[in-house]
């Protein structure tokens, strides 16, 4: 069965450090997708990235960045010197692929990222 | 910009009512869920619906029913509320199978 696992409940940095927030999957398929969303205080879930399991290239975007490791079943997410901004809870979600149309997205418990200025 | 609207933000309700959840979106998506959010539980899938008419259920069904007589709507119903189906509830959309979900900004329902 899929799972998603965020073992960070709450993490509490000061502005400009560099934080990690890990995930972890399970998963019988070989083909899935893996995404990370982003909830600020606001309510509205925004969507940051998706990845299929044949692209393990790192990737960056600006501050941020996704480090996806097959062999560990992880998809983590760095944010390189931290905002205000960036204080948020972010969700990583698993969606397999043999469903096709009525893929279910389940997602982690979330960690909810505090950037003290 | 597309998308997702929620017909309330805040709602609040006495237990044994009948509560409906109101959400539309304007992007022609095929596929539409509705997810209840909890503290340190994440986001939970209660239904969701890959065309009109057909539904299917998520990880948590009980006590909850929904309605797609329409592409762009999707109705969350509670029969009869209680006090421990208070919560926020997410509703979102997406074009198919493995693209992204877009997110409504979410009902917090309270039921007392």
């Known amino acids: 069965a899929q799972k998603v696992t965020q073992a960070q409940t709450e993490i509490s940095v000061v502005e400009k450090e560099d934080v990690t927030l890990d995930c972890v999957y399970e998963?019988?398929?070989?083909?899935?997708?893996l995404f990370w969303y982003k909830q600020p205080p606001s309510g509205e879930l925004v969507f940051l990235i998706r990845r299929n399991s044949f692209d393990e290239q790192n990737e960056i975007s600006g501050r941020y960045s996704w480090n996806f490791q097959k062999s560990t079943s992880s998809f983590n997410f760095t944010i390189t010197a931290s905002q205000v901004v960036d204080s948020a809870v972010y969700f990583c979600a698993l969606s397999e692929e043999h469903g096709g149309a009525t893929n279910k997205l389940i997602f982690g418990t979330g960690t909810l990222l505090a950037v003290q200025p | 910009d597309v998308k997702v609207t929620q017909s309330s933000r805040y709602l609040v309700k006495r237990t044994g009512e009948k509560v409906f959840l109101e959400c539309v979106q304007d992007?022609?998506?095929?596929?539409m869920f509705w997810y209840r959010q909890d503290p340190g539980l994440g986001l939970r899938l209660i239904y969701f619906?890959?065309?009109?008419?057909?539904?299917e259920k998520g990880d948590i069904p009980e006590g909850y029913s929904v309605s797609r007589e329409k592409k762009e709507r999707f109705s969350l119903i509670l029969e009869s509320a209680s006090t421990n189906q208070t919560s926020m509830y997410l509703c979102?959309?997406?074009?198919?199978?493995?693209?992204?979900?877009?997110f409504g900004s979410g009902t917090q329902l309270s039921v007392l």
């Open positions: 992007m022609d998506h095929e596929n």
């Open positions: 998963t019988r398929d070989t083909t899935y997708y």
């Open positions: 619906s890959y065309d009109v008419k057909m539904k």
């Open positions: 979102a959309s997406r074009s198919g199978g493995n693209e992204k979900l877009f």
